[in-house]
């Protein structure tokens, strides 16, 4: 059997994991929505006030921090989306390939409650190719003032009365693409006019978050950052509080055989591909910090994502175990860049791309990716520790990859064992600790195709595991056999 060993060194914070690390995002687009989220009174289906029950209960229990509403991309209006629903209008949307039909049921109102039930922020984005200044300050105000103003009386009568306090707000989104196909200085442009009229509310410090770049096309992605933070500093500079680039792990060619086909090489292929992200998240940071405007500005991963070849369903993909495991290496090394990345949200929860769940008729089912953010929940506000990994390599990558942090007395340690054939005997070392106690859960499966379907929605489930501790023989170490193709997360607990 392989060996490896990973040594932890608790006294050696690294930075605090921002929980917003592990944001998610919903979109009105392919059946994310209709009939992922939103099944309205049908009552062959449970459901919350109109919310899948399945897909609300899923949610409650992951916590997202944040749940980034990516409608700047489209030509939505907001305002189709409130009031009665048999008064709003049904609308065609073309800009992600296909003609969806959005009834607008689920809008400002059903998204808001959703988060303030489930504890999500949200951040909510603003078209700057269709809309206009006005509609996203009537926007702000209809979801942010508390006063006597027509707006926030509409919202009061649409029910409800209290305001949303929504911090986060993007400026357009996607606007080198499907948002506009503005340039750096066309939208530089449009974003210094929207953040001029963008109400400050009293009490209020709205966050604004401007597009940035295409994070898998380069040169592209730095001259489109260096030439939108040029143009917004220059004269009398503009609020900036965060940059939106997006990554996409690219699969939709085939490059790395199909969602559910693929070879060996294909899957540490899709892994490598995953990790180049880092380059992206070096570059935008490096760009920020090098402008006056950008320097205090927090970089954001607005979208990531594995993306494979399109199917019938529009948008919709299988999730395997090959899809978790780019998740969780994807999720370590976020944490493992805490200093400079503050948030990221992965697309699109339900029903497309990565999902977290795919729905059938009246079933939920909870994908291998859902199951390895549920994991990693505990890294959530911890503080990063310095980890080392000796493992050896699988596929070119290395064989035994993750992160750990600390907070309350408790260790988290995410490991993911990449090697798809061999398991891997560890040594876990925390040098001048005692540990008190280990417990473990595993994400792993048959093949590396395995998926969660209607018919075995439980085929890929964490389970619980034993790693082998023996207070007598060490009191700063224990042993674990980490199953090939597998995720595992440990809580050890520290000794007071």
């Given amino acids: 059997m392989l060996s490896a060993s990973i040594t932890l060194y608790p006294r050696e914070p690294q930075g605090e994991i921002s929980p917003l690390l592990h944001g998610q995002c919903l979109e009105p687009t392919g059946e994310g929505i209709h009939p992922g989220v939103w099944v309205g009174q049908n009552e062959g289906i449970p459901h919350q006030d109109g919310i899948r029950l399945g897909v609300f209960d899923a949610l409650k229990q992951l916590e997202p921090p944040v749940i980034r509403w990516s409608g700047g991309a489209g030509a939505a209006n907001w305002r189709d989306g409130i009031g009665p629903h048999k008064s709003r209008p049904t609308r065609v949307t073309t800009h992600q390939g296909t003609d969806h039909i959005d009834s607008n049921a689920f809008g400002t109102h059903e998204l808001l409650r959703l988060c303030r039930e489930i ?13 206009t200044p006005r509609d996203l300050a009537q926007w ?27 911090r986060f707000w993007g400026i357009g989104g996607q606007t080198w693409d499907g948002g506009g196909q503005f340039t750096p200085e066309t939208y530089a442009a449009k974003y210094r006019q929207f953040e001029s009229l963008f109400p400050r ?24 950052t260096r030439q939108l933070l040029q143009k917004l500093g220059e004269w009398r500079s503009s609020q900036l509080d965060g940059l939106d680039a997006h990554f996409a792990i690219s699969n939709s060619g ?46 954001i991963l607005g979208q990531w ?29 976020f944490h493992r860049k805490c200093k400079v990345l503050w948030m990221a949200n992965l697309g699109l929860g339900v029903n497309a791309g990565q999902a977290l769940l795919h729905t059938f008729d009246n079933i939920t089912v909870r994908t291998p990716t859902f199951h390895v953010f549920d994991l990693y929940k505990r890294h959530r506000g911890g503080q990063l520790l310095h980890a080392d990994f000796e493992s050896g390599e699988a596929g070119g990558l290395p064989r035994l990859s993750g992160s750990a942090s600390y907070q309350n007395g408790v260790v988290t340690l995410s490991v993911v064992n990449s ?12 040098p001048g600790s005692n540990i008190e106690m280990v417990a473990a859960k595993e994400l792993a499966g048959e093949g590396l195709a395995a998926q969660n379907t209607a018919e075995a929605p439980e085929t890929l489930v964490p389970r619980e595991i034993a790693p082998k501790f023996e207070p007598a023989t060490s009191q700063s170490s224990f042993v674990h056999t980490f199953a090939p193709a597998s995720v595992t997360v440990f809580l050890i607990k520290l000794a007071s």
């Fill in 119 to 131: 504890g999500a922020q949200a951040w909510l984005d603003g078209s700057v190719a269709s809309g």
């Fill in 140 to 166: 702000v105000e209809y979801c942010n003032f508390d006063g006597p103003t027509t707006l926030a009386q509409a919202r009061g009568k649409n029910g409800d009365p209290q305001p949303f306090g929504v």
């Fill in 201 to 224: 509310l009293q009490g209020q410090e709205p966050f604004l978050i401007a597009v940035g770049p295409d994070g898998n096309k380069s040169p592209e992605s730095a001259a489109w």
């Fill in 254 to 299: 085939g490059e790395f055989g199909t969602a559910t086909a693929f070879t060996l090489d294909d899957y540490y292929g899709m892994l490598s591909e995953s990790l180049r992200v880092e380059s992206v998240i070096d570059e935008q940071r490096a760009l920020l910090d090098a402008s006056p405007i950008g320097r205090d500005a927090k970089l």
């Fill in 305 to 333: 994502g594995v993306k494979h070849p399109r199917g019938e369903r529009p948008l919709w993909q299988p999730n395997t175990l090959r899809d978790a495991i780019c998740a969780a290496m994807t999720l370590d090394l």
């Fill in 419 to 430: 090697g798809a054939r061999s398991p891997v005997e560890a040594t876990v070392e925390m």
